[in-house]
């Protein structure tokens, strides 16, 4: 004898999210959409760049790009779906490939950042931005 599983209600959207919030939900999710195309083609040309680069593994991170870039493409305010596989599946990968790929920010140096407060630097931040 089978029980019947318990009949769920569908999972509207919040009725009380503000209009803002709808679209920081959407900006989030189309930022992080881009953030990992850009990472996926970043995978793309480094394995092409190598001397014997793994086909299958470019066919496979492009099949991954156009995936996701027909999700980006298909995007809209009104589909919670493709919002929420946005930040709460891609924008995890996200977060752990920073980590992986941005060493902390105590390790993290730039390049002249001991100019920066330095008497040789004689040029401000704001003559280089307005020149």
Same mark, same amino acid.
């Given at each position: 004898m089978s029980a019947a599983p318990p009949k769920q209600e569908p999972s509207l959207p919040d009725p009380h999210e503000t209009e803002t919030a709808k679209i920081v939900r959407l900006e989030t999710a189309t930022e992080t959409l881009m953030a990992y195309i850009g990472y996926l083609n970043t995978q793309i040309m480094k394995e092409e760049d190598k001397p014997k680069p793994n086909q299958r593994k470019i066919q496979a991170l492009a099949e991954q790009k156009a995936a996701v870039w =027909?999700?980006?493409?298909? $995007?809209? /305010?009104?589909?919670?779906?493709?919002?929420?596989?946005?930040?709460?599946?891609?924008?995890?990968?996200?977060? =752990?490939?920073?980590?992986? $790929?941005? /060493?902390?920010?105590a390790k993290r140096t730039v390049p002249g950042s001991d100019l920066l407060h330095s008497s040789k630097l004689k040029t401000s931040a704001h003559q280089v931005a307005w020149g």
């Amino acid at each position: 004898m089978s029980a019947a599983p318990p009949k769920q209600e569908p999972s509207l959207p919040d009725p009380h999210e503000t209009e803002t919030a709808k679209i920081v939900r959407l900006e989030t999710a189309t930022e992080t959409l881009m953030a990992y195309i850009g990472y996926l083609n970043t995978q793309i040309m480094k394995e092409e760049d190598k001397p014997k680069p793994n086909q299958r593994k470019i066919q496979a991170l492009a099949e991954q790009k156009a995936a996701v870039w =027909a999700e980006r493409r298909a $995007i809209r /305010p009104d589909d919670e779906k493709l919002i929420g596989r946005a930040i709460y599946v891609y924008a995890p990968i996200m977060k =752990a490939l920073s980590t992986v $790929i941005a /060493p902390p920010a105590a390790k993290r140096t730039v390049p002249g950042s001991d100019l920066l407060h330095s008497s040789k630097l004689k040029t401000s931040a704001h003559q280089v931005a307005w020149g």
